[in-house]
């Protein structure tokens, strides 16, 4: 009741102030207006001064009527326009804007004045004071003037102190006679007479003298414009022009005169001998050629580029190239050869002492073509593999030992290597392997201990290519294949991306608390043709119970506590586990806040070892939770499941009171997540596929 009443008390209100307005100018009515409501038109302004350039909108205050439309006039356009209220100001004077509709009018006379500004003369034309013309030649003036922002076309007239050496025609400064004159030019603009509306220049003019160059090759040539040479005459089969011979001509006043005086600006990349030009290594220069008579000397100049000729190098198919090592300058170029310049892409490299290159962004098969050069020649290398710090036996050690400071950087595996690395550091924030490992296909034999190979990963870390073979030490303790990545846990430390791509993992024994890959899995790790076959798990008891401990890859995943799982949504690729026995691929406890919380995973085509089970997830509905699982009451097999039970995760289900994980993926990723067999056997039952990889599967 109470609102009905207050929407007619506003209706009422509206209807008295609208009664109430004010009539606005005194038009006749509208034959379509009501006697009760007069017609009225009027403008926002009915006089107003303006400067020259201004522009202004003129605002109309009436009805619509319907059929009815505004027409702006003015009563003078010269001297300001008017479009949709919108005036715009042209020339001085005063014009009438006028408005008509519905049979009314209203009117504001507009004055168009100069206000406070003064115009200026511009010559777009002259840059400079001074002008040097040839006798017989003319220059086109063009000038216009500058008021209030705006340009204005202006006559010019010239007042001229030797009109026997240049005169005023049409706009042009026409060059009579050889001599000097100063010219005054004055703009005529609405009687306006100001030292702004004109400008001084002097005017030199003198022969009429143009040089030119031909190279001289036995008959006439067009004038050059520009000359390349080569450092070498012929590289790779091929021929190049590595000499010259130039001459300059003058023409004056028509005539043509020969011998001028030739010079070079830079005598580093070639030299001049009686007009032969010889291109001595890369660089440019300029050819001067002087002409001189009573009247003075007359120059011009040639641009010369000397250019070391490139071929596509062909030898190998692939240019490896350690950035941390002289070039092979010898091998690739020749005895007595010395790199002058090198670029990768479009960068210029920095060359020490002709055989260092330095710059070289290392990224392996993906690095980017090199062209180098010398004085005899250049290659355009295509196809390069450039790493930072070749591995080999005898420096693997050294390389891989974590020290106090980030691992970063490409390392290339050169040759099969076996190496004892179970006296590897324990990783921190600031100290573990944040580069690229790549194996080339190699194989990496390593003694492992608790920090395994690496000690730790992050930071966008690879590795790739690479056949390990662990062998884990006897040390009463766990151990790690790859790394065990001590301080993944650390909220300070984000970039824990870890690539591995292409590798092929084995063991030659396997104790209990052993890890192929880490003890504490990089929070964000993506795998990609993955193969990992272990021996030596038969000395382990059968799998019954999640608190073994017993693990093929990781200990503890942390990523299944946070989510989204990247495993599930094509982060592993491919990757496939044969384990002997059956076992978890994560199993793992740890102690946060004094509480112990044990995490468990399994690989996805080991489902149904698990027992009824209910997924938290919707497969179909690409939902991530899909992968964590709980047991039923009913499942006897509830040993295999975390006792241990997050409080996000309880909140989520209720119902359960342990849980696990699966390793599986989307749909859209039939090989995703991660697949356990016994034997190659079943695993080739189940995918009959040749290789992971590169790796055969045998």
């Not at 102190?161 to 603009?189: C, H, M, R, T, Y």
């Not at 209910?614 to 939902?623: N, P």
Request: proline share 4%.
């Amino acid at each position: 009741m109470k609102r009905t009443l207050w929407k007619s008390l506003l209706a009422l209100s509206g209807l008295s102030l609208l009664a109430g307005l004010p009539s606005c100018g005194n038009a006749a009515p509208s034959p379509s207006s009501s006697a009760s409501t007069p017609f009225s038109l009027s403008l926002s302004e009915t006089d107003k001064s303006v400067v020259l350039g201004d522009s202004f909108r003129l605002n109309a205050y009436h009805q619509t009527i319907a059929g009815e439309k505004e027409e702006w006039v003015s009563s003078d356009a010269s001297v300001a326009s008017v479009s949709a209220g919108v005036v715009k100001t042209l020339s001085p004077g005063e014009a009438t804007i006028t408005l008509f509709y519905a049979g009314a009018s209203a009117s504001c006379l507009v004055k168009v004045g100069y206000g406070e500004d003064s115009p200026y003369l511009l010559i777009p034309t002259l840059l400079e004071d001074e002008l040097n013309l040839s006798q017989g030649s003319s220059y086109p003036i063009e000038g216009s003037v500058y008021f209030n922002h705006q340009a204005y076309p202006a006559s010019l007239k010239a007042a001229i102190s030797a009109p026997e050496v240049v005169s005023f025609e049409d706009g042009q400064l026409k060059a009579k006679s050889i001599g000097e004159s100063d010219v005054l030019l004055q703009a005529e603009w609405h009687g306006f007479d100001s030292p702004l509306l004109q400008r001084k220049i002097h005017v030199s003019v003198h022969k009429d003298v143009s040089i030119y160059f031909v190279e001289e090759d036995g008959g006439e040539s067009d004038p050059l414009t520009s000359l390349t040479l080569y450092s070498t005459s012929s590289w790779q089969g091929e021929n190049y022009q590595k000499t010259a011979k130039v001459s300059a001509r003058a023409v004056v006043n028509g005539t043509e005169k020969r011998g001028l005086s030739l010079s070079l600006s830079n005598e580093k990349p070639l030299k001049l001998e009686n007009e032969t030009l010889t291109a001595i290594t890369k660089g440019s220069a300029s050819l001067i050629a002087t002409y001189s008579d009573s009247t003075g000397s007359y120059s011009a100049a040639l641009p010369i580029t000397v250019s070391c000729p490139i071929a596509v190098y062909e030898n190998e198919e692939t240019l490896y190239l350690s950035t941390n090592e002289d070039f092979p300058v010898k091998e690739v170029f020749g005895d007595g050869a010395v790199i002058t310049a090198a670029k990768q892409g479009e960068r210029d490299l920095v060359v020490q002492e002709g055989k260092r290159l330095v710059g070289v962004e290392a990224e392996g098969e993906a690095s980017e073509p090199l062209t180098i050069e010398t004085d005899g020649g250049g290659f355009y290398f295509p196809s390069v593999f450039a790493y930072d710090y070749g591995v080999n036996q005898e420096n693997a050690k050294d390389l891989l030992t974590l020290n106090d400071k980030i691992l970063d950087g490409y390392y290339y595996l050169l040759e099969d290597v076996n190496v004892d690395m179970s006296s590897q550091r324990y990783s921190e924030t600031t100290r573990y392997f944040g580069g690229v490992f790549d194996g080339g296909g190699h194989t990496f034999q390593a003694k492992v201990g608790r920090d395994g190979l690496f000690g730790g990963v992050s930071d966008r870390a690879v590795i790739k290519n690479t056949h390990f073979e662990f062998t884990f030490a006897s040390i009463g303790a766990s151990c790690s294949g790859l790394a065990k990545n001590a301080w993944v846990f650390d909220n300070r430390f984000e970039g824990q991306m870890v690539t591995l791509s292409n590798l092929y993992i084995t063991t030659t024994n396997f104790p209990q608390g052993t890890y192929a890959l880490f003890e504490e899995k990089s929070r964000q790790l993506a795998m990609k043709d993955v193969y990992v076959k272990l021996s030596g798990t038969s000395s382990l008891p059968d799998y019954t119970d999640a608190e073994q401990g017993t693990s093929a890859l990781f200990g503890a995943d942390r990523a299944t506590m946070a989510g989204p799982f990247s495993f599930f949504q094509g982060g592993y690729q491919n990757v496939y586990v044969v384990s002997e026995k059956w076992m978890p691929m994560m199993n793992g406890a740890l102690n946060i806040n004094g509480e112990i919380w044990r995490y468990v995973g399994y690989a996805r085509n080991d489902e149904s070892k698990l027992g009824p089970l209910v997924h938290c997830g919707r497969l179909s509905e690409k939902d991530n939770q899909y992968c964590v699982v709980y047991p039923t009451k009913e499942n006897e097999t509830k040993a295999y499941f975390s006792p241990t039970m997050p409080s996000w995760q309880a909140d989520f289900r209720e119902d359960a009171t342990a849980f696990a994980w699966l390793y599986a993926s989307e749909e859209a990723y039939p090989t995703g997540g991660i697949f356990r067999y016994d034997s190659v056997q079943q695993l080739l039952a189940e995918h009959p596929i040749e290789r992971i990889g590169s790796w055969p599967v045998a």
